[in-house]
């Protein structure tokens, strides 16, 4: 089989990295990919986002499998555009990545299904929007854009004033443009949070290990979100009893209601879950593939992904026994000083080998170039270092060890990623 994936970070080296252990694949592209991803597969420069120049590309390699993996060109229809010029696609198609790409459209199929999430309101009126907030009068809040803001549509307000900028910002400021004209105010909720990533067909949901994010730039949860700043997996949180009622309550209905709807998800679909007092919510879903979360996942699959990808193509996933290692998964995100806000990129990278690598791990690469036999930093998440063990603080330990032989001018890392793991299993 020859391979096309669309994106170019982490994640989607992970995919790589996984479809190149099947014995059916023969050749893996990606485009645009990175400097770390072009060791394993032939990149080309065609943005993720550029749906022509993709359909293009794919009739020049005429691929047997292409797998869109980033948010963007999915809601902008790249399955679509893939689907209708004959090539099988791993994704959902524009009407079923609305999932992710409309926060209201997610809130109202969950109240129509009856599938648990915080309560909420929907405001495009400022004005209105500050009324609800004084009326109700409870903080923290929470405040989303309706679209996709790369990762930043979510804002947690402390108090009134917090809250009121958050408003002010997205509609009348139009902080993240038409993405922020309609805003979603949410019930903040607690409790410990997982990302569970499944593969849907569109009628069976097949859910995968469980993992956990996190998302604070600094140690102890401090500092400002980011796209994650490492993961572990599996979450330990996630018991076998409720993993069952996740799949009673969120998983299968989530399913069913975007078939009934006339928009059946096929690709993967992720749950972003808070383990409330009252029981699993949904946080978020996301139409694709988490990203650190794929990079501790898929090392963990012991099936055939090609196999897996083309059965939520064909519609055939419930004939598939899809297996899972009974091991632990951690990677530690590598990102430039300064990310999530400002940072300089083009920093020499020293401690891996030829192919990106180091010993003992493996090596993502999310934001790297590739020059004169050199690894170049290249974006704020630039090395998801990964191990896996028989349990997470040996995988831990060799993630970590690793890390401290790579090195570049004012990198920056969390030296605590699963400890919080670690604390829930004792
Ligand atoms: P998102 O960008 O949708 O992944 O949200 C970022 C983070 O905001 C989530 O991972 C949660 O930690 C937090 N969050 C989102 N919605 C809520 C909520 N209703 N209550 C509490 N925290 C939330
Ligand atoms: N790591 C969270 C996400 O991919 O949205």
């Known amino acids: 089989?020859?391979?096309?994936?669309?994106?170019?970070?982490?994640?989607?080296?992970?995919?790589?990295?996984?479809?190149?252990?099947?014995?059916?694949?023969?050749?893996?592209?990606?485009?645009?990919?990175?400097?770390?991803?072009?060791?394993?597969?032939?990149?080309?420069?065609?943005?993720?986002?550029?749906?022509?120049?993709?359909?293009?590309?794919?009739?020049?390699?005429?691929?047997?499998?292409?797998?869109?993996?980033?948010?963007?060109?999915?809601?902008?229809?790249?399955?679509?555009?893939?689907?209708?010029?004959?090539?099988?696609?791993?994704?959902?198609?524009?009407?079923?990545?609305?999932?992710?790409?409309?926060?209201?459209?997610?809130?109202?199929?969950?109240?129509?299904?009856?599938?648990?999430?915080?309560?909420?309101?929907?405001?495009?009126?400022?004005?209105?929007?500050?009324?609800?907030?004084?009326?109700?009068?409870?903080?923290?809040?929470?405040?989303?854009?309706?679209?996709?803001?790369?990762?930043?549509?979510?804002?947690?307000?402390?108090?009134?004033?917090?809250?009121?900028?958050?408003?002010?910002?997205?509609?009348?400021?139009?902080?993240?443009?038409?993405?922020?004209?309609?805003?979603?105010?949410?019930?903040?909720?607690?409790?410990p949070e997982v990302s569970v990533l499944s593969f849907t067909d569109g009628t069976t949901v097949v859910p995968m290990i469980s993992s956990m994010d996190h998302k604070r730039a600094l140690d102890g949860d401090e500092g400002l979100n980011t796209g994650g700043m490492g993961t572990v997996a599996p979450n330990p949180y996630y018991t076998p009893e409720i993993a069952e009622t996740c799949m009673k309550t969120i998983f299968q209905p989530t399913v069913d209601a975007m078939r009934k709807e006339g928009r059946p998800f096929t690709g993967c679909l992720y749950f972003g879950l808070m383990l409330t007092p009252k029981g699993p919510k949904v946080i978020e879903y996301n139409c694709r593939f988490g990203d650190p979360e794929t990079q501790v996942v898929l090392p963990l699959l012991d099936s055939d992904l090609t196999q897996i990808m083309e059965a939520t193509y064909d519609g055939n996933l419930s004939s598939l026994d899809i297996r899972w290692k009974q091991e632990s998964a951690a990677c530690v995100v590598m990102a430039s000083g300064g990310y999530p806000v400002k940072y300089e990129s083009g920093k020499v990278i020293s401690g891996l080998d030829a192919q990106g690598q180091t010993s003992g791990v493996f090596v993502y690469h999310a934001g790297t170039k590739y020059e004169d036999g050199q690894f170049l930093t290249a974006g704020g998440r630039v090395l998801g270092v990964t191990s896996t063990a028989g349990t997470l603080a040996a995988a831990l330990d060799k993630s970590y060890a690793a890390v401290g032989t790579i090195d570049w001018e004012q990198v920056h890392y969390r030296r605590d990623i699963g400890q919080r793991a670690l604390k829930a299993k004792q």
């Open 1 to 191: 089989m020859k391979i096309l994936v669309v994106g170019g970070g982490g994640r989607e080296h992970a995919i790589i990295m996984k479809l190149a252990e099947s014995p059916r694949t023969t050749e893996l592209y990606c485009a645009p990919g990175n400097g770390g991803i072009s060791r394993y597969a032939k990149c080309f420069p065609v943005k993720a986002t550029d749906i022509d120049g993709m359909v293009k590309l794919a009739k020049e390699l005429q691929p047997d499998l292409v797998v869109v993996a980033p948010d963007d060109p999915l809601v902008l229809g790249m399955v679509d555009a893939m689907q209708a010029a004959g090539f099988r696609t791993f994704g959902p198609k524009a009407n079923a990545a609305i999932i992710e790409g409309s926060k209201i459209f997610s809130k109202e199929l969950m109240k129509k299904y009856g599938i648990p999430t915080g309560g909420y309101e929907v405001f495009t009126d400022s004005a209105a929007a500050i009324a609800y907030i004084k009326a109700q009068n409870t903080y923290p809040t929470v405040i989303k854009a309706d679209g996709l803001a790369l990762g930043k549509g979510v804002i947690l307000a402390q108090n009134e004033e917090e809250a009121v900028e958050a408003v002010r910002d997205m509609i009348d400021n139009k902080k993240f443009g038409e993405s922020s004209a309609r805003i979603v105010i949410e019930e903040f909720l607690t409790g």
